[in-house]
C-alpha cells in the first residue's frame, strides 16, 4: 500500500479562526462545569469532541504557523491600554477590603484555645429576685 498523503489545510480567515476559539472556550468551560455536577454527561462528551478536533487540528499544522490557544491572547489591546491609562491617571487603585469569615465557637485552629462558656451568673441578680416573690 501507498503512503497517506495529508491533506492540505485550507487557511481560514480571522473571523473563522474567532469563532472556532470561542466554541473552544465555550467547550472548556461545560466540560469544566460537568466536572463541578452542573452538566450532563452528554453534554460533557459534545464538549469534549469539540475539545479533541480542535487539538487534532492543530497537530496537523506547522509548529511555526500555528495561532496562539485560545484564552490565550489577549482579547483587544486597546482595552489593555484604556486600562492601564484609567488606573495611571487616579494615582493608585482603589483596593478592595477583605471579608473576614467569622469565628464559630465549634471551628478549632492550633493558636486558640476554646474556653468553657459559663452558662449562669454566681449572683442572682435584684430583678429575677423580684419577679421570684411575686
Known amino acids: ?5 495529508k491533506p492540505a489545510v485550507p487557511r481560514e480567515s480571522a473571523a473563522e479562526r474567532e469563532i472556532r476559539d470561542q466554541e473552544v472556550l465555550r467547550a ?3 466540560l469544566a462545569a460537568y466536572f463541578k455536577g452542573r452538566r ?3 453534554e460533557a462528551r459534545a464538549a469534549l469532541k469539540i475539545i479533541k478536533a480542535f487539538v487534532r487540528d492543530r497537530e496537523r499544522r506547522d509548529p511555526s504557523a500555528r495561532a496562539p490557544l485560545p484564552g490565550t491572547r489577549p482579547a483587544s489591546p486597546a482595552k489593555q491600554v484604556a486600562n492601564r491609562k484609567a488606573a ?12 473576614r469569615k467569622s469565628q464559630s465557637p465549634w471551628s478549632t485552629s492550633g493558636s486558640e484555645a476554646i474556653e468553657p462558656i459559663a452558662s449562669a451568673d454566681p449572683q442572682p441578680s435584684s430583678e429575677s429576685d423580684d419577679r421570684t416573690s411575686d
Open 1 to 5: 500500500m501507498g503512503q497517506r498523503n
Open 28 to 30: 472548556t468551560r461545560e
Open 88 to 99: 495611571g491617571e487616579g494615582g493608585q487603585r482603589k483596593r478592595r477590603k477583605l471579608r
Open 40 to 42: 450532563t454527561e452528554r
